[in-house]
Structure formats: C-alpha cells, structure tokens
C-alpha cells in the first residue's frame, strides 16, 4: 500500500489513445473552433514519417525560413529596453499579454480556488534513505457549477530526517525512480503532481476538467486557455500547499516535466515567478522549440484536432490557409520560443534533450531549441543573471558536442546521450541549483 502511494499514484494521468468516442468529441470540438474564428481550412502538420506524403523537414538549409525571431528587449512602441525595471513593469507584461491572446490562453479571473487535504500520510524509505510521504487532494471550489467535480492530486515526499525545510522539485506526471532516488540523498524533497487531474490531455475534456469548470460545462471561446496554461494553473495551486508545509523551504521550489509536460514545466515558471527553477525536458514545439523554424514537428501539429487542446483557440490561427484570416503561418505569432525562457529569468532554468539515437526524435528540434535558449540570454544578462556564455548570436549558434554542460550561468543547456528522457541530466542539474542556492 505505502509503495501504492509513491509511485503508482504518481503514474495516474498517463496519456491513453482515445477511444472512438473521445476522438468524436475532440473532432467537434476542434470544428466549433475553427467555426468561432471563420477559419474554413487549416494546413496539415507534416508527418514524422520519411516516407509520408508530407514529411518533416530535416534539412537545415530550409530550417529557418523567417530572417529574425521577435525583438525580445524592445517595447511595442520601438523604444528599447535598458533597464530591469522596464524589463518587469513594461516589455515582460506585453509578452506575457501576447502569449495569453494568441498562444496559451487566460485563466479566467474568475478562477476557483483550491482547498488541499491530506489524505494520507505513510513512513517509507526511497533508496536507503527514510522519507515521510504525504498523499493529498486538491478540491478545486466548484459551487458556481456542481456538475463538474475537479480534485488535483499531488504526493509531496520530504526527507524524514531533516533538520528543517527542504527545497522541493514538483514534477508533472510520474517520478523516476533513478530521480527521486538523488533528490532525497541530496537533501531534497519532491513533489508529484498528476496533469490529468487538473484538465485532461484532449480536446473532448475541454469542456471538464477546470477549464469546463470555470465555462460551466461550455465550449471555449478563443481566448480561453489551453491545457498547458491549465496544467501550469495546478502547479501553482500545488505551490500555494507548499507554501503552508512546513517541512517545505518555499523559496526554493522547482518545476519539472518531459515532452508534453516539459512544455507545461515551462510555461508554469515562465507565469509563477515563485518558482526558484525550472528542468525543462524534451519539449519541443509549444516549448523551448521556435515556432519559425521548419525543422521538425510545426505549428500545423499544434493547431490540429490532437494538440491544438494545449493552446488557446486563438493558436489556430497560425495554421489556417483560408478563412476569416486568410493565410498565417509561424511568422505571424507575436512571439515565440526565446520569449518564453526569457519570462523565466534570472531564476535558474535549465534546458534539456538527449539524442535521437536514443529515442529523443529530432522532431523535437535541438537545435532549433538551444538557438532560442541562446537568443534568450540578453534577459537573463539584463537581469544581472549569466546566461550561457555563448558569443555567437543566435542564428549562427551551434549546439556544444553531445553530453557538453553549458552550466556556469542561472541558464543552463544541456543535451545527453540518452533517449526521450531528462534522466541522465539530473546528477548535473541537482550540483548546478545546489550551488546557485548556496547549499
């Protein structure tokens, strides 16, 4: 039962095919969509497939086919940003404004709040270490609707012989084992936090979860948010727990997540600036991955019926080829990629792939990935943080050999040579916020 408790409920959520139903579902609900913003043709994504009609591109002499990302230390009205207070009260909030209008969504302001409980709590051992393991559940109000019931569930894992709180890494979905293992030998503890529970992973849960909560049952409208900002919307709610544990140092909580979820790691330190650090794994396009470049999975991926749930309806936009908007594509998003690390800094954000050899598919875009992690760095620098040392700008950036660390800064890169997987990257990450943190 105890073991129950730390791994198999940290492994709730994972996500299934949809069955015929579901598929149904999220089809009319991508189509009512498209209706709500005149669009009458979306292009298709390419394939991952070399032998599909229309395959990814993988060239990169036709990988970056915009001349320049979107001015990161400008204001909208040309002026340039020199200062960290015009960076915190003018151009981080134009960002942030744009990222809510066309790319993620806005939590409503009406969001509910969330009441934990702990529901368990179980004396255990991960590795030889001993550990006190709290099961708890997050009751989000839903007396606006009681149709809805939405419980977030969260098993937060402290070391049981701590001389006071401990910082904590929550983690989107299931805790590896080999993970959790260095957190609690290092003097950390952990969280798990289970997506699914707040808001499912596809489209026909829309209209459940907290975000069918906050709509009362009812489809969204284009600006409404999108799984991702929803997930991250429950990660900051897990932090407001964490901020009442005492066994919990609250100044030094961090974010982590894989594929999907390393999209959602990002996107919740890039909004809560209470978070001290972020991991973010393999996240690809919708991540750390630009939106212009053409290498890989693209934007037409996001916008179609099996992800276009993470974004805001607002996202179709950019991947429609005839409609109310005529024809958009990448170049047209306001913002992109590079934005998103910034809004991180000067917190510690560490950025992380490992090799398609392994299982870490080039559709993932690296190298696409570590340009925009280097054409972030002016912030970081801005901010009296070390970006990644590297001279060259970002369209000339190549990435360092496989299992290089470009460490010594609050941002980090670093590519292993393992598989879908920021596993083999703990053992640097724990030393490098150990150090950064002064413990």
């Known amino acids: 039962m105890k073991r129950m408790l730390l791994v198999c409920l940290a492994c709730a959520g994972m996500a299934l095919s949809q069955p015929p139903a579901m598929a149904e579902a999220t089809a009319e609900d991508h189509q009512d969509m498209m209706r709500q913003l005149g669009i009458k043709v979306l292009r298709a994504g390419p394939s991952g497939r070399a032998e599909a009609p229309n395959p990814a591109n993988y060239d990169e002499s036709k990988a970056n086919p915009f001349p320049d990302y979107p001015a990161i230390l400008k204001l909208k009205n040309g002026k340039e940003v020199k200062t960290a207070k015009d960076w915190t009260g003018k151009r981080r909030p134009e960002i942030l404004e744009e990222f809510d209008r066309e790319v993620l969504g806005r939590v409503p302001k009406n969001a509910p709040k969330v009441t934990w409980t702990v529901t368990q709590t179980v004396n255990e051992t991960v590795g030889t270490h001993k550990v006190v393991a709290k099961q708890l559940v997050g009751r989000v109000d839903n007396s606006a609707f009681p149709g809805i019931a939405v419980e977030i569930q969260m098993v937060v894992v402290t070391p049981a012989d701590a001389k006071g709180p401990v910082p904590v890494m929550m983690m989107f979905g299931r805790a590896a084992t080999p993970a959790t293992q260095q957190l609690i030998a290092s003097g950390w503890g952990y969280a798990t936090i289970t997506p699914a529970s707040i808001q499912a992973d596809n489209g026909a849960g829309l209209t459940k979860g907290v975000i069918g909560l906050v709509n009362k049952g009812q489809r969204r409208k284009p600006e409404d948010w999108g799984a991702l900002r929803a997930w991250a919307w429950g990660a900051s709610r897990g932090l407001d727990y964490l901020e009442t544990d005492k066994a919990v140092n609250a100044k030094q909580v961090g974010i982590e997540g894989v594929s999907r979820y390393g999209k959602a790691a990002l996107v919740t330190m890039a909004y809560d600036t209470r978070f ?3 991991l973010v794994g393999s996240s690809g396009e919708g991540g750390a991955k630009p939106h212009r470049r053409n290498f890989g999975e693209a934007v037409e991926n996001l916008t179609g019926s099996g992800e276009y749930h993470w974004m805001a309806g ?61 054409a972030a760095g002016p912030v970081f620098r801005l901010l009296g943080a070390k970006d990644l040392g590297v001279s060259a700008g970002y369209k000339s950036a190549l990435m360092p050999p496989v299992n290089t660390s470009l460490m010594d800064g609050h941002l980090a890169w670093r590519q292993h040579d393992g598989g879908h997987t920021d596993g083999p990257n703990w053992r640097y990450f724990i030393p490098w916020v150990d150090k950064h943190l002064g413990r």
């Not at 429609?320 to 990448?330: H, I, L, W, Y």
């Not at 991180?344 to 190298?367: M, N, V």
């Open 314 to 374: 607002n996202f179709l936009k950019y991947g429609a080829s005839e409609g109310k908007f005529g024809s958009k594509n990448a170049g047209d998003i306001p913002v992109d990629s590079h934005q998103l690390i910034a809004l991180c800094a000067p917190r510690l954000t560490f950025i992380s792939y490992g090799i398609p050899e392994k299982g870490d598919s080039k559709w993932l875009d690296q190298q696409g990935s570590y340009m925009a992690t280097v």
């Open 276 to 278: 001290a650090v972020v």
